[in-house]
């Protein structure tokens, strides 16, 4: 094709049908003969086209339940050659290959396979070979052949076709290419990492990432870093999966914030009774669970207003018009929730701003996941902190045990603390964060920012004492000497959840017992960097 030659002949080969008659429809309309196979085949001819097989043109009919059936040189070669190059064209005629000018595949379903569930042989079943092969070629050989791999480009296809006789641009046909490798990588890629989950290969020699856009971003966390969303396929329930019902695009810091609060109020079974976090900068700034979701909510706020504007609202039940009424009185980013009423959503439409998703599922906090993180010249890959501490798991070290609502605190307080910026410390009273330490370089300034924010909601809510007095602690890992814990109970501490592990415990464990205090070791600690 020299460049803008016009489409004549069209393989179509698709997994997902969706737009398959009209397209074809439009091709056969523009004088382009379809090559089809299979199900594709019969689609376009049921509906009344003019279809030419694979098979008839290869002189070999599919076999092996459809696994041999394009990997054949009349179609290689169709869209292989160089139609500049006379040697090629040479070798097209003597062996009767006829070229192929658009090739329109969409692969087995094979990650829609596994996020069923499906079995290994299943899987294997859907791993594409002669689709990936000829998006390959036909890509390599975009100077003369056009790929189209995904649905959403049939339409952009078909404008081009008419702005250029029947051709495509150059310009367009790189860029299809683009998206074709990125398609085939894409899928290697699912495939080699679901397989190397399931043979349990933990570290793979050669591990690969991929992802699909859902969204360019205005800019990243500062105006001037370019930044887009892409989703990973997992389907797993929250920000990259959920519903936007209304407000402004999301940006990079909203989507970061807004993952942070809704890992962590899953923490909080709905079963259990409502439970709300409301995220600053991804770290929380109040969490609590209540009798009622407006209870959770103002428990929440209470632990830290001041933080509390301009915040992300996470909720592990549907949002209702009491709790919906209550949060727009102050400006809230972004609301995120399993749902929500059409009385809340009616409140929440007089806020044009307001950004709420809803997500139709809480995300399951102890599946396993694989969290990336990159460095200069690397990547850093690791499981998700999917660790769970239940009352069975904790050892008391003091002469003094907990009571029964500061053990309930305690567990609390070890599930916020899971989530703060290390070095963290959470101050837990009634079911309810009072003071919120987070990524201090000690954990004694953490101990003190802790109380100093619980000080400053007792000024603000009219308190005759801090609301820490009596509260439980949690520590996200070992305290390393004895200050940071006298720091939280001079803070009003009166029980305390950590891993232990240090080699001053008996130190700590000591000064706990003077103190008066009542402390757990969980052996598991919760860093987040």
């Not at 199900?39 to 290869?58: F, P, W």
Request: glycine share 10%; net charge negative; proline share 4%.
């Amino acid at each position: 094709m020299t460049d803008m030659t016009p489409i004549r002949r069209a393989l179509i080969s698709v997994s997902d049908k969706t737009g398959l008659i009209d397209l074809g429809r439009a091709l056969s309309e523009r004088g382009v003969e379809l090559l089809s196979t299979g199900g594709s085949a019969k689609a376009l001819r049921d509906a009344g086209l003019t279809v030419k097989d694979v098979s008839e043109v290869t002189g070999f009919p599919e076999m092996m339940d459809g696994r041999v059936k394009t990997l054949h040189p009349k179609v290689h070669g169709g869209l292989l050659a160089l139609r500049g190059n006379s040697e090629h064209v040479a070798a097209m005629e003597e062996h009767g290959i006829g070229p192929i000018d658009l090739l329109v595949v969409n692969l087995y379903p094979f990650e829609a396979t596994v996020a069923a569930g499906a079995d290994y042989d299943t899987c294997i079943e859907n791993i594409d070979i002669g689709g990936p092969a000829m998006i390959r070629a036909a890509a390599k050989n975009h100077g003369d052949v056009t790929v189209v791999v995904d649905v959403a480009d049939y339409d952009k296809l078909l404008g081009d076709m008419d702005q250029h006789n029947g051709a495509t641009c150059p310009k367009f046909r790189k860029k299809l290419a683009q998206i074709a490798y990125a398609r085939t990588g894409a899928y290697d890629a699912a495939v080699s990492n679901w397989m190397a989950e399931a043979i349990g290969v933990e570290t793979p020699r050669r591990r690969a990432f991929a992802g699909e856009l859902k969204q360019t971003l205005r800019y990243g966390e500062n105006s001037h870093q370019q930044a887009a969303f892409y989703t990973d396929g997992s389907n797993r329930p929250g920000v990259a999966t959920a519903r936007q019902l209304q407000g402004k695009e999301l940006s990079y810091n909203n989507i970061n914030d807004t993952d942070a609060a809704f890992e962590l109020v899953a923490e909080f079974d709905p079963a259990n009774g409502p439970a709300c976090a409301i995220i600053k900068h991804a770290n929380p700034c109040g969490v609590a669970v209540g009798a009622t979701l407006v209870d959770a909510y103002q428990k929440a706020f209470d632990c830290d207003r001041t933080s509390a504007f301009g915040g992300i609202v996470a909720l592990n039940q549907p949002l209702d018009v009491e709790t919906a009424q209550k949060i727009v009185e102050i400006f809230t980013e972004v609301v995120i929730a399993p749902g929500a009423s059409d009385e809340a959503i009616e409140v929440f439409a007089a806020k044009k701003n307001l950004r709420l998703l809803l997500t139709e599922g809480l995300p399951d906090t102890r599946a396993p996941i694989t969290a990336y993180k990159q460095v200069a010249g690397g990547m850093l890959v690791q499981d998700k902190d999917v660790g769970y501490v239940g009352m069975e798991d904790l050892k008391v070290v003091t002469k003094k045990a907990p009571s029964e609502q500061e053990m309930a605190d305690l567990l609390f307080a070890w599930k916020v603390a899971k989530h703060v910026k290390s070095n963290a410390i959470v101050y837990v009273k009634d079911g309810a964060t009072v003071g919120v330490g987070a990524g201090q370089m000690s954990r004694l300034d953490s101990a003190n920012v802790a109380a100093a924010k619980a000080g400053r909601m007792a000024d603000e809510l009219g308190l005759a004492e801090s609301p820490a007095k009596g509260c439980a602690v949690a520590s996200d890992a070992f305290f390393p000497f004895a200050d940071g814990l006298l720091e939280a109970a001079a803070a009003g501490g009166k029980c305390v959840i950590q891993p232990g592990g240090s080699m001053r415990d008996d130190e700590v464990i000591k000064a706990a017992d003077e103190a008066g205090l009542a402390m757990v070791f969980t052996g598991m600690r919760h860093f987040r960097h």
